[in-house]
């Protein structure tokens, strides 16, 4: 069982900044690896994911709503990924959940159901 922990949520103003971190206790069986978030009274949705992709070459997806302010990364001999979040809104304010699949399927990557393993989450709050 592939277990994720997750870092660096906290309160943030407009405009401001924060960085995500999710460790995961293996690596051998993940292929893709990102960030989901959930609103209250929303559903999870997709944020940001990185596969690896042909020739094991690190190939980051995101939604459109954050795209050119947030930054997926990973550093492969930690088995960590990190979400750099800039110019920060109100709307993004959510539980930040990491999630780590087997398997990469570009159509679906922003749905829950292709992942196989979740950390707890943490929380992120926009607010001036």
């Known amino acids: 069982q592939v277990k994720l922990v997750e870092s660096g949520g906290g309160s943030v103003q407009p405009g401001g900044s924060l960085r995500l971190s999710c460790t995961a206790s293996?690596?051998?069986?993940?292929?893709?690896m990102g960030w989901f978030r959930q609103a209250p009274g929303k559903e999870r949705e997709g944020v940001a994911v990185?596969?690896?992709?042909?020739?094991?070459?690190?190939?980051?997806v995101y939604a459109d709503s954050v795209k050119g302010r947030f930054t997926i990364s990973q550093d492969n001999a930690k088995n960590t990924v990190y979400l750099q979040m800039a110019s920060l809104k109100p709307e993004d304010t959510a539980m930040y959940y990491c999630?780590?699949?087997?398997?990469?399927?570009?159509?679906?990557?922003?749905?829950?159901?292709?992942?196989?393993?979740w950390g707890q989450g943490t929380r992120v709050t926009v607010s001036s």
């Open positions: 999630a780590a699949g087997t398997v990469w399927t570009a159509q679906s990557w922003y749905l829950e159901q292709p992942y196989d393993y």
């Open positions: 293996e690596s051998t069986k993940i292929r893709s």
């Open positions: 990185i596969y690896t992709g042909n020739a094991g070459r690190a190939v980051p």
